[in-house]
């Protein structure tokens, strides 16, 4: 199974702040990842998928990058809504596996 | 509006059994691949089953492998979870997630999820 580790863990940040949150695939997949946010007690939420295609209806705010095993997700301008857990998923391979999650604090 | 609402949850014994369901709207049923993931309290998410548009082809996380089965009624715009053999491992939250229908295993939709509890 591919595995697929986000850092931060946790992070907290400012209204406004610039935020960055990091996954690493233990193999190339390609562009094969997706972003969630999972807002406190909600399901999750696809944000962005094929690492940087903004799911419609997602704010703007969000943008993806990275390919092979190396991805990003930045939060151009934190807003108070943000605060969730992000988690990342490899969808290269059967069983698809999904990072730990970073929790973004405000 | 897509909805996704899931049902059946609650407390069994390690042993038991149990079946969750999930009732689709607002969107061709028949013509996606359905999923199901679970969290545990606390924990991040865990991919559990998939099972395609036409109930053709079925695939299972090994850690449910043999006890959990998948299934769905396109009549009835319905997907299935029966769970056997369970074990306290296997509580979590259970969500039914909708199959972006181009593209790679990408989860587009999420029910509000349902609480599995296996404890004696």
């Known amino acids: 199974d591919i595995q697929m580790t986000q850092s931060p863990s946790s992070l907290s940040a400012s209204v406004g702040d610039r935020v960055t949150i990091s996954c690493r695939a233990s193999?190339?997949?390609?562009?094969?990842l997706n972003w969630y946010q999972q807002r406190p007690g909600k399901a999750p939420n696809l944000l962005i998928y094929?690492?940087?295609s903004l799911q419609s209806g997602v704010s703007s705010r969000f943008s993806g990058s990275g390919s092979g095993t190396d991805f990003t997700l930045t939060i151009s301008s934190l807003q108070p809504e943000d605060l969730a857990t992000y988690y990342c998923?490899?969808?290269?391979?059967?069983?698809?596996?999904f990072g730990q999650g970073t929790k973004v604090e405000i | 509006e897509v909805q996704l609402v899931e049902s059946g949850g609650g407390l069994v014994k390690p042993g038991g059994s149990l079946r969750v369901s999930c009732a689709a709207s607002?969107?061709?049923?028949?013509?996606?691949?359905m999923n199901w993931v679970r969290q545990a309290p606390g924990k991040g998410l865990e991919w559990v089953s998939s099972?395609?548009?036409?109930?053709?082809?079925?695939y299972y996380a090994d850690s449910v492998k043999g006890r959990f089965t998948i299934s769905r009624d396109n009549a009835k715009n319905s997907l299935f979870l029966q769970m056997n053999s369970l074990r306290a491992e296997d509580t979590a939250v259970y969500f039914c997630?909708?199959?972006?229908?181009?593209?790679?295993?990408?989860?587009?939709?999420w029910g509000q999820g349902i609480l599995v509890t296996v404890s004696s």
């Open positions: 998923q490899q969808s290269f391979s059967t069983p698809v596996t």
């Open positions: 094929a690492a940087s």
């Open positions: 607002g969107f061709t049923f028949s013509t996606y691949d």
């Open positions: 193999r190339t997949i390609s562009n094969y």
């Open positions: 099972i395609s548009s036409s109930g053709s082809y079925i």
């Open positions: 997630a909708r199959r972006r229908v181009v593209g790679a295993t990408t989860f587009d939709s």
